[in-house]
């Protein structure tokens, strides 16, 4: 603060704070009542808030009701981040407008006061709904507030049932769709089937495979029927060629040791060589009996060599028929090979178009199959959303929470308050105890003024608290200006300005004229001749306190208008004389610093001990800095407690000091009794200590 640093700081006790919330009980108390106030104003005309709450079970997927055929739709997932995906698409889904839009025609909402007059009724709606799912659980908890039980109810519910409604038309609709779709690709698959069979019809009669494997077995037959011929024929050609070649060469003999065996089955052959080995035999006996040249014998020869010639031509005829068989084999076997390869061709062709076939049956199965899984299942209309809890009409309101409201208006109050009062005390500046001006201004302490009170006996009305030292001198107030003076006089001592004393305070109202009344008062009690001197000729008093005419007074002698004799009042007082202020004058500055202001001092000097000065403040006009640089008499300070800040009688101080006024210390008037922690104790030191001063 200010003037913190001049004395140092207090020891702040917990006792301080005590004090400055007793000081500052009414900041407290009356925040913490317009708090709790209004938080239970607010509370209770608020129209109560009722929630109801739904709860519906989203599961994975659908229930199993064709134990073999699985859901064409597939709803939901296992996995994990999937679920939380799927869980947070349904609250979107409950939330939706669409949904909300058909709760609001259902219940008939447009003629709901809340709905027709919002801008957007459907925000309005949705504005009332909760979706939450519960933790680790296919649960969504739908919750509706609403100003009345019922519509909380009836809302929960039906965005619950819409939701679920509509999660089943969509799975219907998905299974029509699938079943569609189905119905399209049987059309598609039959017309497949019935192509491809055509087609390996077409192909198997067009190249006549009746049986294909019959066939197959037929040529492989006929086949090895025609090599078996062909290796025959052709043995027989070799035979045949070497028993002709043999023959061709003229190796007869050897010839015919050989020839039985070719000539199994061949008569004439046969005969020729029965016949050449007759022959044979007739030439060995005939080589007995004649000599070579031997008619008989040429003839014989003759009939050999014929027989020779003979068998060489069938034998070529013979050898020439075997080729030709061979030859003919050889070609009719080369055919039915071809044959043989040309049906295998054939036959696998026509596997491959009756496998393309049999496919296409399979598929056409399928979705024959599928089409009639599908058809069931959405006959049954499989739903993986049902309704858990409906939500009831709820008994007690979720808001306001009066209980809590209160608590906390009256926690806020509380604490409001205090803090406000810290603050306010923070804030502060203004004085409050002796304590303080000894602290924050180096300046002496003549003594406190506590406040006065009516109190009905002494002080009757306002205007007997002036006078207190008169009326009621035995009061803790009339104590006060007595120790004032006691110290006055005491700091005084005998010295030549000790005659006049100014008082004097900053600003109005501070209890200036007050504190120059009992204090004349006071020391005329104590036997000195006092005169008091209302020299505030701005907003003069003391005539009004003393009942007193104001039609002469020190303006009028100043001016020169009256004698001093003719402006002195007496009181009645003991040893009080008064000079009210006079006619109001324009210019009392001027006056007061004119010659025949010394004159009136040497005047008052010389016929009372003690001049007593009333003045107005000091830091709006100059008139007490004049007065006490003319007169030269010493100051009192008046500073009201709670009012004249540190930094106001610091100002006012400076200014004194500047026409090297002598301030004779300061006078705290006004102080509170109840809120000061310093007055008692002092009184009651000077009450049963002092009792000489007790006049
Ligand atoms: N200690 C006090 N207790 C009660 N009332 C007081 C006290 N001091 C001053 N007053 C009242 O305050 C008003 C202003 O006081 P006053 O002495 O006229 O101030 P100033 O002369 O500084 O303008 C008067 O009505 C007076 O009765
Ligand atoms: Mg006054």
Do not use: C
């Not at 619950?160 to 569609?180: F, I």
């Not at 084999?329 to 062709?349: G, P, Q, Y």
């Amino acid at each position: 603060m200010f003037f913190q640093s001049e004395k140092g700081q207090k020891d702040i006790h917990l006792k301080d704070y005590l004090f400055i919330l007793l000081n500052r009980k009414w900041i407290v108390i009356s925040f913490f009542v317009f708090t709790v106030t209004a938080v239970s104003f607010a509370t209770f005309t608020q129209k109560p808030v009722y929630r109801a709450t739904a709860t519906v079970v989203v599961d994975a997927e659908t229930p199993n009701v064709l134990s073999s055929v699985n859901e064409v739709v597939r709803l939901g997932e296992s996995n994990y981040f999937a679920y939380r995906d799927y869980m947070d698409t349904q609250k979107e889904i409950i939330k939706s407008r669409r949904n909300a839009h058909k709760v609001f025609k259902k219940l008939r909402l447009s003629s709901n006061k809340g709905y027709s007059s919002a801008k957007d009724p459907l925000e309005e709606l949705l504005k009332k709904i909760k979706v939450e799912s519960i933790r680790n659980t296919r649960i969504l908890e739908i919750s509706a507030d609403d100003t009345d039980p019922e519509m909380a109810s009836a809302l929960a519910n039906e965005f619950a049932r819409v939701y679920s409604d509509s999660n089943l038309a969509l799975s219907v609709k998905t299974s029509g769709n699938a079943e569609d779709w189905l119905k399209k690709e049987l059309q598609v698959q039959e017309k497949k089937v019935r192509d491809s069979e055509i087609e390996a019809q077409d192909y198997k009669e067009k190249n006549d495979l009746i049986s294909a494997e019959e066939k197959t077995n037929i040529v492989s037959e006929a086949l090895t029927k025609i090599n078996g011929s062909y290796m025959e024929s052709q043995s027989r050609r070799i035979q045949m060629e070497t028993a002709y070649r043999a023959i061709e060469n003229d190796k007869g003999e050897l010839l015919l040791d050989n020839l039985p065996s070719i000539l199994n089955g061949n008569e004439s052959l046969q005969q020729l060589k029965q016949d050449y080995l007759k022959q044979e035999a007739l030439l060995m006996e005939y080589e007995k009996v004649y000599k070579g040249k031997h008619p008989k014998m040429i003839t014989l020869l003759g009939q050999i060599e014929h027989l020779k010639s003979r068998i060489k031509n069938e034998l070529e005829s013979q050898y020439n028929v075997a080729k030709q068989e061979e030859i003919k084999f050889k070609s009719l076997l080369d055919e039915k090979k071809k044959e043989a390869v040309d049906l295998e061709r054939k036959t696998i062709n026509y596997n491959a178009l009756m496998r393309g076939v049999d496919i296409n049956r399979k598929m056409l199965a399928m979705v024959l199959n599928r089409l009639k899984e599908t058809s069931i299942s959405g006959q049954i209309h499989a739903n993986n959303i049902r309704i858990q809890d409906i939500a009831e009409a709820p008994k007690d309101p979720i808001k306001p929470k009066k209980k809590l409201n209160i608590a906390l208006g009256i926690i806020i109050g509380l604490f409001g308050g205090v803090t406000l009062a810290f603050f306010k005390e923070y804030m502060d500046t203004s004085l409050k105890d002796q304590h303080d001006i000894t602290q924050f201004l180096d300046l002496p302490i003549l003594g406190s003024v506590p406040r006065i009170k009516i109190d009905r006996k002494n002080i009757k009305r306002k205007g007997d608290i002036d006078r207190v030292v008169d009326l009621d001198s035995d009061s803790i107030a009339a104590e006060a200006y007595r120790s004032i003076r006691t110290n006055l006089l005491f700091s005084l001592g005998d010295a030549d300005f000790s005659k006049s004393i100014i008082v004097t305070s900053s600003v109005p109202r501070e209890g200036k004229t007050i504190t120059a009344v009992n204090l004349a008062m006071m020391i005329g009690r104590s036997g000195e001749k006092v005169l008091l001197v209302d020299s505030d000729m701005r907003k003069p008093r003391t005539h009004s306190i003393f009942n007193l005419k104001n039609q002469a007074g020190l303006s009028d002698f100043l001016s020169g208008a009256k004698d001093f004799d003719s402006i002195l009042n007496y009181t009645g007082i003991d040893n009080l004389s008064v000079i009210t202020a006079g006619v109001i004058s324009h210019r009392p500055a001027e006056l007061l610093s004119s010659v025949n202001m010394k004159v009136f001092l040497s005047r008052a000097s010389s016929q009372f001990s003690k001049i007593i000065f009333d003045t107005p403040p000091i830091t709006l006009v100059t008139d007490a800095s004049i007065l006490s640089n003319v007169s030269g008499a010493g100051v009192i300070l008046v500073a009201e407690s709670g009012r004249t800040t540190k930094e106001l009688l610091h100002n006012s101080k400076e200014l004194l000091k500047k026409v090297n006024a002598r301030i004779i210390g300061v006078v705290l008037n006004n102080v509170s009794l109840t809120k000061s922690g310093y007055f008692y104790p002092q009184y009651y030191y000077s009450k049963y200590y002092n009792p000489a001063l007790n006049k």
